[in-house]
């Protein structure tokens, strides 16, 4: 390879030891050498899609196409991770960097799981990510009534919905205008739709996901594979596995109320800085919720993630 000046882009995809960068218009299959410090945990050693990276740039000797050598990660303004089912305080980070993570569940087929979208919004609020709720298969509700008042509570905390339907269209504009000139992924359930929604975005991007698609018993496309796509539009999209189990990282007891936006206005009023709102007396959230200001159903998503997490180091 020929040494020549230091370029950046960030990464659209990797495949084995292939790191494909975006620089302008343009991709380069980037090669990495060693680890990098990334985050302050050193499971962060390796890029990932959506990196911010600065590579030497030179051609490859044998094929004389653009090729590269990653030399350098910026750091990550966010990141979405995965814990793994065995051991839920270990996690893997998928991608970094990106400006919106759309929520996507289904109104039916498979049911509305509000608990579920609580732990989502959990872990978006954890990686510092903007999330976007994302209702699919509205198609499917007759009036459309229960998931429209089923969404009442998080709009009132300022997340964006988006109720749409990739059968017969709904919402779609919506979806694509809030991805032009953003980086963004759809995570969700398995089935809700997120690939269908792609496809509707922007027609022929299912069919390419498609093809890289697991084929599971029950006959259709399941996706495993995770890179982001540039939309025509301008902005980048990246399809997600559907989620079978949703671990949180990186929170303790102690942390999780930050991550509850309807929490905020009472969080500070707890009788003791460390209240976890479960327990404490004097707690400012409990009254909250007594007294209805905060919803009862999410204060239950609370305390169920709350069990599982350990208790923030002394
Ligand atoms: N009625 C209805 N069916 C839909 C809609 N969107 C998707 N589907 C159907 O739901 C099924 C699952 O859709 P996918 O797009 O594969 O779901 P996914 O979220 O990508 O699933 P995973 O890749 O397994 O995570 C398919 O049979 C779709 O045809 C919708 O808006 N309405
Ligand atoms: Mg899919
Ligand atoms: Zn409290």
């Known amino acids: 390879m020929n040494r020549t ?28 050498r060693g680890r990098f410090r990334i985050g302050k945990n050193p499971a962060e050693s390796m890029p990932v899609v959506g990196d911010d990276v600065e590579y030497r740039r030179g051609t490859a ?38 400006d919106l993570v ?9 049911v509305l799981n509000l608990r579920l979208l609580d732990r989502m919004l959990v872990a978006a ?8 709720i994302c209702v699919n298969k509205m198609d499917l509700d007759a009036s459309g009534e229960e998931t429209d008042s089923a969404m009442e509570v998080y709009r009132k905390m300022s997340y964006g919905v988006v109720l749409c ?14 991805m032009k000139g953003r980086r963004s992924i759809m995570s969700g359930p398995s089935g809700a739709g997120k690939t269908s929604l792609l496809g509707m975005i ?11 698609s697991e084929r599971t018993g029950k006959g259709r ?3 495993t ?32 109320g930050a991550c509850f936006r309807d929490f905020d206005p009472w969080r500070s009023q707890c009788r003791f800085a460390s209240c976890t709102h479960s327990h404490e007396p004097g707690c400012a959230v409990k009254e909250a919720v007594g007294e209805r200001l905060v919803s009862k159903e999410r204060y239950e998503s609370y305390l169920k993630i709350l069990q599982d997490l350990p208790d923030l180091p002394e």
Not at 125 to 132: A, L, N, Q, T, Y
Request: proline share 5%; charged share 25%; with cysteine.
């Open 5 to 32: 000046a230091i370029s950046g882009g960030f990464i659209l995809r990797i495949k084995g030891p292939d790191h494909y960068v975006m620089d302008g218009g343009e991709e380069i299959r980037c090669s990495v």
């Open 165 to 178: 339907s990739a059968r017969d269209g709904r919402g779609i504009d919506e979806l694509a205008s809030l």
């Open 61 to 98: 000797e044998n094929t004389g196409v653009a090729a590269g050598l990653i030399v350098s990660i910026g750091p990550r303004k966010s990141i979405f991770a995965r814990t793994g089912s065995s051991e839920k305080r270990r996690y893997k980070v998928l991608c970094a960097n990106l």
């Open 202 to 212: 922007e027609p022929g991007l299912d069919a390419r996901i498609g093809a890289v």
């Open 125 to 132: 609020e954890s990686g510092r990510m903007e999330p976007v």
């Open 102 to 110: 759309f929520l996507v569940h289904s109104a039916r087929d498979p």
């Open 225 to 256: 594979h995770f890179e982001l796509h540039p939309l025509r539009c301008g902005g980048f999209l990246g399809d997600t596995p559907g989620i079978r189990e949703f671990g949180i990282w990186e929170q303790s007891k102690q942390t999780l």
């Open 221 to 223: 496309h399941t996706t």
